[in-house]
Structures are given as C-alpha cells and as structure tokens.
T-cell receptor, first 107, second 117 residues
Framework: AQRVTQPEKLLSVFKGAPVELKCNYS??????LFWYVQYSRQRLQLLLR??SRESIKGFTADLNKGETSFHLKKPFAQEEDSAMYYC?????????FGQGTILTVHP | GAVVSQHPSWVICKSGTSVKIECRSL??????MFWYRQFPKQSLMLMAT?????????EQGVEKDKFLINHASLTLSTLTVTSAHPEDSSFYIC?????????????FGPGTRLTVL
C-alpha cells in the first residue's frame, strides 16, 4: 500500500538559515506528489506540486524517484514560514498525507 | 480563487445524537468532494470520497452507516455523524476537487470541530 513518511514531527531553525523538510513515499507506480501548508488558524492550502517544478514563497521540492523522496527546501527561512507542512501523494485522485512537520522559524 | 466553506465550524453534542456537517464549494462546481478526519497533531485521514449524484465510496475501516455522506448538488456535500459517541470527537475537514482548474486541484475547507459529550 502507498505510504508517505515525514520523519520529523518538529523542526526548528533560525531566520535566514536553510531549511529542509523531509518526505519519503512508497508507491510502485508513477507518483504525483504535493506539499501542503497550514498556517496557524488557517485552512490547509497547496504549496506546490512536483509536476509544476515551480518555486513558491522561495520553496522548492524535487522528486527523486531513486530515493523515493520529495523533500521541501528553502535556502533562507523566514519567520512567516512557521507552519505545519504536509507531504501528500495522489493516487487515482485521492490524497494520502504524511504525518506533518511543524516548522518553527525563530527570529 | 476557489473557496470551500464548512458549516458549522464547531459543534458540541450529546452522545447518541446525530450531527450534520456541510461542505460547500463557493465559486466552482465540484463533482467530487472528500471528507477527512484529523486527530490532534496528527495527519489527515481520508474517510470517504463523495461523488455528486452517486453513492460515496468509503475507505477501509470507515463505517458507512455511521458516517452518512450525501452529495446532492455540484456545490454541496454533507457528512452526518449518526448516533455520535465521544470517540467520534475529532476535526472533520472536507475538500472539493475543481476539475475545471488546470491542473485539477483539491481545495480544503476550514474544518469542523466536533465534540461529543
């Protein structure tokens, strides 16, 4: 069965430091992967998807099929990046979420 | 942008009663909506897929008689928790799939906090 693993429940960095949120998946087919973000007291929203190969709010994520990973990276974290981040795998239109990583960026 | 609303945002009920939660897509049509459950500081677990005009499909382990889903129109899906018990207390989140959007995207509601006493 498909699975998404985010090994870090909590991640703390200082403002301006690089940040990487890890995501690994298990799926035998061709994956479609996403990062969702949930800011405090707000709803879940799409951050980026791997097929777009875009950078949103300075974040990028590269799909590595060999390592079955889709890590989220930002070279210089900002305080406003503090939020819960979920990695998700879409199969047949349905999303499977990882456990989430709470990112805290300290001033 | 596409907006999904949920009503109510929170509800407290007595054990044994039924609670209905509404999910609406405000500015787009959604033939498919999804219902998730989220426990504190845990991930979202997909409960069921709601399809307009047809029966919902439930994930393994989700009681269909317990969690009734009705998707009567292209903009409204409802989740009814029947004979609620304290273990049903949770955060319920819906999402709606905008097929017209390119690429097809799920938009999430703000969630409904259910507390069963």
């Amino acid at each position: 069965a498909q699975r998404v693993t985010q090994p870090e429940k909590l991640l703390s960095v200082f403002k301006g430091a690089p940040v990487e949120l890890k995501c690994n998946y298990s799926y035998s087919g061709s994956p479609e992967l996403f990062w969702y973000v949930q800011y405090s007291r707000q709803r879940l929203q799409l951050l980026l998807r791997h097929i777009s190969r875009e950078s949103i709010k300075g974040f990028t994520a590269d799909l590595n099929k060999g390592e079955t990973s889709f890590h989220l990276k930002k070279p210089f974290a900002q305080e406003e990046d503090s939020a819960m981040y979920y990695c998700a795998l879409k199969i047949y239109g349905k999303l499977t979420f990882g456990q989430g990583t709470i990112l805290t960026v300290h001033p | 942008g596409a907006v999904v609303s949920q009503h109510p945002s929170w509800v407290i009920c007595k054990s044994g009663t039924s609670v209905k939660i509404e999910c609406r897509s405000l500015d787009f049509q959604a033939t498919t909506m999804f219902w998730y459950r989220q426990f504190p500081k845990q991930s979202l677990m997909l409960m069921a897929t709601s399809n307009e005009g047809s029966k919902a499909t439930y994930e393994q382990g989700v009681e269909k008689d317990k969690f009734l889903i009705n998707h009567a129109s292209l903009t409204l899906s409802t989740l009814t928790v029947t004979s609620a018990h304290p273990e049903d207390s949770s955060f319920y989140i819906c999402s709606a799939r905008d097929l017209a959007g390119v690429p097809d995207t799920q938009y999430f509601g703000p969630g409904t906090r259910l507390t069963v006493l």
